[in-house]
């Protein structure tokens, strides 16, 4: 079963709570298993021809019959919570509850011993005790997961009927079942062939084949349901709160990546006065926002307890991706971690048109690609439709080198809509046709130009992408403009200071490794000859070294 990691929970401030605050959960969950694997046992071993006690003496065959099929039936549904109660869901709780109630009135109208139905008071007394540990919403699951709670449930169905066959015995249905042909006979059951052989000669026999139909029908209930919930979820609309997003982007963002914040594949949680947001995506139980939140400064702080909280809740770990170092002590007093995971490349684009590009290397690459006929053009919305059609064109061509394609989450992907409302630099050939291109988006921060999209073709001439951000950059300083963010260059000083973390130091070791098989280094040395002003990024993350791993696996399907 691909259950996740629990989540410690939070205090009413947003941290963490300690390990020793987690075993109330762990024993809880541990116990409802525990009651599931007793109840369903106990179906099996328990035959309807004992005695029974106590109260349930007078009781006639029907109701003693339908006790032991409701101990079944309670059994396989505890088996199923236990995993929810391990991730502190809300409804496991209440589930579990009136499950166990029910569970102990089948164990005692069944007659079992005092030892077996004081395993189900303990944990109901549990729940109740500890029933504010278990506050986690339940949560929409992937396709996968769905799929996977699916298996299990019929697994388990075919896994009971094969041991139920298995252990009858042969004065049952006459005949003293093996091991393989009890497999045979429950898949018969199952696909509804059937067993027109099978005569019950007892009580048990005719008990064991309706707990057969309990068990599958129970079985196949989940197994829809596992798989129609994710179903469900995707076919639902985007968050109301987009519109007043948009207002809150234009008045708050801060950093280039805010742009993709808006951006389909996330959600928001909005602040209940209205005046902030945090926009998030959902990957192996873990919140990834694109860099800080879009709020007033002062509003900082309670935006993210309260996002803690809501995260907290739906059993989900917190990261933010390129935030800034100035609200590092905020991330810190909400008991979140910080690392270091690159620096922005961050032009100043005076330096550059008057310094930088002065330089032997830029003169000679500007003087060859004049000269061969190139030029550089500015294309605001609306197009024509024949430009459009030539840059989806060459977006096709570079996604067919080697090692390209589209990425989502911090990057945009070129689409006829997204290329229609975007203003282009391309860069022509003598023949007017385009050879490269990069297209603006807002930076939100005031004086500052950005790109997102930088795609040529195949055959482009040697330095023709810094053809382009040369004159690029002093276009945009002719302009008014003061910088220019050229990304971040990822891993770029990580772990290099004296006083780095020994999780910085680690992936710094990596990134030495890494090195060797993919291009990190060259992408700084590249955004180095710009001759930029490196700013600081860093990835916050909850949960010490088993959430920076968590985390790291949740980024790699995000970022993929």
């Not at 702080?301 to 590092?328: H, I």
């Not at 030029?375 to 439709?385: E, G, V």
């Not at 921060?445 to 040529?456: K, Q, Y």
């Not at 040395?525 to 001759?531: E, I, L, P, R, S």
């Amino acid at each position: 079963m691909d259950t996740e990691v629990a989540q410690a929970e939070l205090t009413p401030t947003g941290r963490a709570a300690g390990p020793g605050q987690r075993w109330p959960v762990v024993a809880i969950g541990s116990l409802a298993l525990l009651n599931g694997l007793v109840s369903v046992g106990q179906a099996l071993l328990t035959r309807v021809s004992s005695n029974p006690r106590l109260f349930t003496l007078p009781l006639p065959y029907g109701l003693y019959h339908w006790s032991g099929l409701l101990a079944l039936l309670f059994g396989f549904v505890l088996l199923y919570l236990s995993f929810h109660l391990f991730q502190r869901r809300r409804a496991a709780w209440w589930l579990s509850t009136c499950g166990l109630a029910l569970a102990i009135l089948a164990h005692t109208g069944h007659g079992h011993r005092l030892s077996l139905v004081a395993i189900p008071v303990a944990t109901l007394v549990m729940l109740m005790v500890f029933r504010r540990r278990f506050t986690v919403r339940s949560e929409p699951r992937s396709i996968a997961r769905g799929l996977i709670f699916m298996a299990a449930s019929l697994l388990f169905a075919l896994l009971y009927g094969t041991l139920g066959f298995y252990l009858l015995d042969k004065r049952d249905f006459g005949i003293d079942f093996l091991l393989d042909e009890s497999l045979v006979r429950t898949l018969r059951q199952y696909l509804l062939i059937g067993n027109a052989d099978l005569v019950a000669h007892t009580k048990q026999a005719l008990w064991f084949l309706d707990s057969l139909g309990v068990i599958g029908t129970a079985a196949l209930a989940f197994a829809v349901y596992s798989l129609f919930r994710p179903l469900a979820f995707r076919l639902r609309t985007l968050p109301h709160e987009r519109a007043r997003a948009a207002e809150l982007l234009d008045r708050y963002g801060r950093t280039p990546e805010h742009y993709f914040a808006l951006w389909p594949d996330k959600s928001f949680f909005m602040s209940p006065a209205s005046d902030g947001f945090i926009s998030y995506r959902v990957a192996g139980g873990v919140a990834v926002s694109l860099s800080d939140p879009v709020a007033p400064e002062a509003a900082v702080p309670g935006l993210l307890r309260q996002f803690l909280a809501y995260c907290s809740d739906n059993g989900w770990a917190v990261a933010l991706l390129y935030t800034q170092p100035d609200w590092l002590p905020v991330y810190e007093q909400a008991g979140l971690r910080a690392l270091k995971i690159g620096s922005e490349a961050v032009v100043n684009l005076e330096r550059f048109c008057t310094e930088t590009n002065q330089g032997k290397q830029f003169r000679r690459n500007k003087r060859r690609l004049v000269d061969d006929g190139f030029s550089i053009s500015r294309h605001a919305p609306p197009h024509p439709a024949e430009l459009v059609q030539e840059l989806e064109a060459i977006s096709l061509e570079w996604l067919n080198l080697p090692g390209r394609r589209e990425r989502s989450f911090a990057l945009g992907s070129f689409s006829r809509d997204y290329a229609e409302r975007s203003s282009f630099f391309v860069v022509r050939n003598r023949a007017g046709r385009i050879a490269a291109f990069v297209n603006e988006t807002p930076a939100y921060r005031a004086g500052m130009a950005t790109i997102d999209m930088m795609r040529h073709r195949a055959d482009v001439p040697h330095g023709i992408m810094d053809f382009l951000f040369d004159n690029l950059l002093c276009t945009l300083r002719e302009q008014g403009l003061r910088q220019f963010d050229l990304g971040l260059a990822p891993l770029a000083g990580v772990g290099e200071q004296p006083g780095s973390t020994t999780e910085e130091r680690v992936v710094r070791q990596l990134f030495d490794l890494l090195g060797r098989f993919f291009p990190m280094a060259g992408l700084r040395a590249y955004k180095a000859k710009f001759d930029p002003d490196w700013e600081d990024r860093f990835l916050i993350y909850q949960g010490g070294p088993a959430g920076l791993v968590r985390t790291a696996i949740a980024l790699s399907r995000i970022l993929a």
